[in-house]
């Protein structure tokens, strides 16, 4: 496994012959993986569009698409810091091939109870629930599991790709979700179960060994829940991990409720389910754009300023979105934000990989995770309220609120000073005493990163 302190000092990239440089695409774990996961993901775009299609369409009710997507967040909470934990813990490989194949019979209930004339909102929540109980627990697994098969100056490549991969199988699943929609509303969510024993497959393909390894197995050390605390001790205790912590939690309770509210504008503004789907594929070309420019962006602009820039952009195009009468206008709009949101997560996320100690990944991960999606729930209830009470265009203007001070921070603060530094001179942050092997040496845990200047 490649660590950010393993990599040669100064060898110039052009002497490592191309055959010889780390690729993803010749990476066969990681190919078996990805392809299980873009399988799956065409499945999980096409019911996540067919849901509140399915509500919107059959009961007009804003309040309780946001409800079931709502429940299916707080499902994923009550199990994110456990995954995390559980993956530092148990076999990282079981929990990346149970997961999908218990999210399998989830959606093919779902199924069986889309074939009626109206939907039980109260079953689709449950099964919402239940489904992010269980990906709560698969979400734990990955990045650890991806740690043993990627090597780490490849993680903002995996990202990008990963993203750009999602938003393809986006591209094409939500005209496809949409048609299907039309012909029998429960086509979609039977596609998805089947799509998910495709996630199954890939993971069980993987031949590395994910962990963990025996010495950290739960006899070496104390309880799960001491495994959860330290997570959070340790993210804490550092000032841009914080500031993330935050920062996700504020911006995914605006983030994750767009499509919703984007889908109910369009109805709103005469949409049917085809124009819906057509216009959530423009979007998307937009961001698989943004997927293949994030490798030059990473390497070429200054990422403190894209990261404050991209918070603006966001808020004026949330603004923009809900004042443009057309359609196809606010489908322009938030096209412009799908190409920067990608290069965004990207940044973060090659961030926190160099950063974060191997030996804490699970825990950290999750617990980040946990409060990065805390109050996504929140964000599709009350979203949801307030576009049945005073109608879409009104909520995509309280977004914009929400969001203006977020955008406004980063010119206060100084956490986010460590992207001033290039990502491939970020080192990991020393572990904590109890956490890490004797001969690594305590290290004080609060200094806001270590630069390597050998490189």
């Known amino acids: 496994m490649a660590r950010a302190s393993e990599e040669p000092a100064g060898e110039p990239e052009a002497a490592i012959p191309p055959a010889s440089r780390p690729s993803l695409w010749r990476n066969r774990d990681y190919m078996a993986w990805w392809t299980g996961e873009t399988l799956s993901m065409f499945g999980t775009s096409m019911s996540s569009l067919a849901f509140p299609l399915l509500v919107l369409f059959t009961t007009g009710s804003a309040t309780g698409a946001g409800v079931i997507a709502g ?32 999210e399998a019979a989830v959606m093919a209930v779902v199924a069986f109870d889309a074939r009626g004339p109206r939907p039980s909102i ?64 429960w086509i979609p969510f039977a596609g998805d179960a089947v799509s998910f024993l495709f996630s199954a497959l890939g993971a069980a393909a993987i031949r590395t060994p994910l962990g963990p390894e025996p010495v ?9 829940t001491s495994d959860m605390r330290e997570g959070f001790r340790f993210l804490l205790a550092q000032p841009f991990l914080r500031y993330m912590l935050i920062w996700g939690a ?40 943004g997927a293949l420019l994030t490798a030059q962006v990473i390497k070429r602009l200054p990422l403190r300023p894209v990261f404050v820039g991209i918070g603006w952009v966001f808020m004026l195009g949330l603004v923009a979105c809900a004042v443009v009468p057309q359609v196809w206008g606010a489908t322009a709009v938030l ?81 986010l000073d460590i992207l001033r530094t290039p990502v491939d001179q970020v080192r990991e942050f020393s572990l904590p005493a109890q956490a890490g092997p004797a001969e690594d040496g305590p290290r004080p845990a609060d200094r806001s990163a270590e630069i390597d200047t050998t490189a």
């Not at 994750?256 to 789907?277: D, E, K, Q, S, T």
């Not at 995770?369 to 949801?384: H, I, R």
Request: hydrophobic share 55%.
């Open 71 to 102: 429940a299916r967040q707080v499902g994923t909470l009550t199990t994110t810091l456990w995954g995390g934990a559980l993956a530092d813990r148990v076999s990282r490989k079981l929990l990346l091939v149970s997961g999908p194949l218990v």
């Open 122 to 185: 109260a079953l689709l929540a449950g099964a919402g629930a239940l489904a992010g109980i269980v990906g709560g627990l698969y979400t734990g697994a990955v990045r650890p599991a991806m740690r043993r098969i990627v090597p780490l100056e490849l993680f903002a490549a995996r990202t990008a790709q990963e993203q750009g991969r999602d938003m393809a199988a986006e591209l094409v699943a939500n005209p496809v979700a949409a048609i299907l929609f039309t012909v029998a509303r």
């Open 216 to 224: 950290d197995r739960p006899q070496a050390r104390g309880s799960i």
């Open 250 to 289: 504020l911006v995914n309770m605006v983030g994750n409720v767009l499509g919703l509210l984007f889908i109910a504008l369009m109805r709103y503004r005469g949409g049917g389910p085809r124009m819906i789907g057509l216009a959530g594929s423009v979007m998307l070309v937009m961001g698989v754009a």
């Open 335 to 415: 096209s412009l934000t799908m190409l920067l949101i990608v290069p965004l997560n990207a940044i973060t996320s090659s961030y926190s990989a160099r950063l974060i100690p191997d030996a804490l990944t699970g825990r950290i991960n999750s617990a980040m995770s946990f409060g990065s999606q805390s109050l996504v729930w929140l964000g599709y209830t009350a979203f949801g309220w307030l576009a049945d009470r005073f109608g879409p265009p009104t909520a995509m203007l309280c977004a914009a609120a929400f969001v203006f001070p977020l955008a406004l921070a980063p010119h206060v603060v100084r956490s």
